[in-house]
């Protein structure tokens, strides 16, 4: 059996809390066919639609068709935590009207600049259907 330090279930406590809080705020930035971190989403629902798509351009499996698997190598780890901070940190001022703003701020900072790479992975999936992500992933190489 592994045992995890506290502090890391304490990160993991606040890293969901604050997803619980931040996540429907994006819900109508992401485009319909995007399925990480989503709520009624995920891997089947994914699967179910590329099946639809691939019968709809096939003519009903009747043309070929072709498919582009893509995986942006290192997508996670080279996010420029500077550049995550501040978009999170205009999204949240702009979208986030409840009372413990300022907490939210103040928690997502400590996520983004002192967790690892598994720990922000969520924000940075959150953000990377906004259109911004593109400018982000730019101005950090």
Sequence with gaps: MKFLPEIIIL??????WLIRKLNPLFEDLFIND???CRVGKGIHFGVQRLYHFIKSCSQNYKADSYILKLD?????MHINR???FNELEKFIHQRYKASDKMLVLEMTKILVFNNPIEQ??????????????????????
């Design 11 to 16: 990160d993991r406590v606040i890293h969901h």
């Design 34 to 36: 995007s399925y990480a």
């Design 72 to 76: 942006v190598q290192g997508f996670f």
């Design 82 to 84: 500077i550049l995550l």
């Design 120 to 141: 922000r992975e969520i924000f940075t999936q959150l953000l990377k259907n906004k259109t911004e992500l593109s400018k982000i992933k730019n101005q950090a190489n």
